[in-house]
């Protein structure tokens, strides 16, 4: 008897032995996948700040446009040919547990910045020189146009914010189809990002690029004496108000009345001083390439006659003088009945054909207008293709148009077919 307990004494101590090696190799096995993983962790840091720091990042779109355009073809290729264009941006929940809470004070401005994808490139390729529409064939550098295709096939917009619901922004004046990823957004500031609203230290900026002396100043115009501003524009007059009054002002309480006269007036004078130094050349008026508007050095023309803020920033002749001039735009009788045949986004009427964005056929005649007079076709459908006729879509309608010589004509507007 005693030797059997004496056995199972043994048997209890070997097996509790074993039963201690056994958990001393699992904790170490555990402190090691511990150390490992603590290592794989540091190591998946240090490689993603190292790949910041390069400038090698993954991107993740933040949501993805809803679009009165649908397809490429006839959308707008910058936001202001078509102001009356709606889309909306829903911010996608993976990327914030409340998307909501990321549009927050987003409401106190009318403008935003929206950087995309271009998704619809259909190929990764790309070159250093490319030939813009408006240019009609010439070619031009890729980074002095906004041709899609680049190395990072990646877009900027400005897009008016007409409002927020939640989270999901309501937008307008876009250029933007349907789908498209968003990476970022960002509130348009003018302050910080339009050279027209620099206000500081306007005069001595003047005095600084003015091609007079301060001595020869009384000869065009005395200090005392009161501007004659009849013989401008009411466009200068009125972007003269804009630039005195910009968002600046409301920012700079504190700048007294006397100092904004004394802005103006400095304004006035440049103007008036250039209006009367150069005076508009022949050659001028018979520019039609950008390679024809190069001034040279001791020939000024109008071209160079800056007024006010736009003394700030330039830009490439073509760009407001193009070889491609506007087109006329007008509706056949038939086309024009078909598209009052649509009602508003709003309604609720469903026996006829309804928009998804645009607020009825008035802003719908005011985008086929501004996609139309602005030539959306491309440079060898311009010049090579005997085919007139031309298609796109705009929200939910179906538009068959053609090109004339200086105009373009809607012949038919229907509903998507689903």
């Given at each position: 008897?005693?030797?059997?307990?004496?056995?199972?004494?043994q048997q209890m101590d070997g097996t509790i032995r074993a039963h201690k090696k056994q958990m001393s190799s699992l904790q170490s096995m555990l402190t090691d996948c511990k150390h490992e993983d603590r290592s794989q962790s540091v190591s998946k840091s240090s490689t993603?700040?190292?790949?910041?720091?390069q400038g090698r990042i993954q991107t993740v779109p933040i949501g993805y446009i809803s679009s009165c355009f649908t397809v490429k073809n006839g959308t707008p290729r910058q936001p202001t040919i078509c102001s009356s264009s709606r889309a909306s941006l829903k911010i996608e929940p993976s990327v914030f547990n409340n998307p909501e809470h990321s549009l927050v004070g987003l409401e106190q401005y009318s403008h935003i910045w929206i950087i995309f994808l271009f998704h619809k490139n259909g190929q990764m390729s790309y070159k250093a020189k490319v030939k813009p529409p408006r240019l009609n064939g010439q070619r031009v550098g890729v980074y002095s146009t906004r041709s899609p295709h680049r190395p990072n096939a990646l877009g900027l917009t400005l897009a008016k914010l007409e409002r927020i619901t939640g989270d999901t922004l309501h937008l307008s004046g876009v250029d933007i189809i349907a789908g498209t990823p968003v990476l970022d957004i960002k509130p348009y500031i003018p302050d910080y990002d339009s050279p027209k609203t620099r206000r500081d230290d306007t005069s001595s900026e003047y005095r600084q690029t003015s091609p007079f002396t301060d001595s020869q100043m009384?000869?065009?115009?005395?200090?005392?004496?009161?501007?004659?501003?009849?013989g401008t524009s009411s466009e200068s007059s009125s972007e003269l108000r804009d630039c005195a009054a910009g968002p600046s002002d409301f920012s700079q309480s504190e700048r007294s009345g006397s100092s904004d006269v004394t802005d103006v007036l400095a304004e006035v004078k440049n103007y008036v001083r250039q209006q009367q130094l150069f005076t508009e050349s022949p050659e001028d008026k018979q520019t039609d390439s950008p390679e024809c508007t190069s001034l040279s050095t001791n020939q000024l023309s109008s071209s160079s006659l800056k007024f006010g803020c736009e003394d700030y920033s330039t830009i490439a002749a073509w760009v407001r003088a193009p070889p491609v001039s506007n087109l006329d735009v007008r509706f056949t009788a038939s086309a024009e009945k078909e598209l009052k045949e649509f009602v508003p986004c709003d309604t609720t009427d469903h026996t006829r054909p309804k928009f998804q964005f645009l607020k009825g056929p008035e802003e719908a005649v005011a985008a086929i207008k501004g996609i139309l007079s602005a030539d959306p076709r491309s440079v060898y459908r311009r010049t090579r293709c005997q085919d007139r006729l031309f298609f796109f879509t705009l929200d939910t309608a179906d538009i068959t148009c053609w090109f004339g010589d200086g105009f373009a004509e809607v012949v038919r507007v229907k509903p998507i077919q689903s």
């Open positions: 008897m005693r030797r059997e307990i004496k056995n199972l004494r993603e700040i190292s790949q910041l720091e009384p000869q065009v115009m005395g200090l005392d004496e009161e501007p004659n501003i009849s």
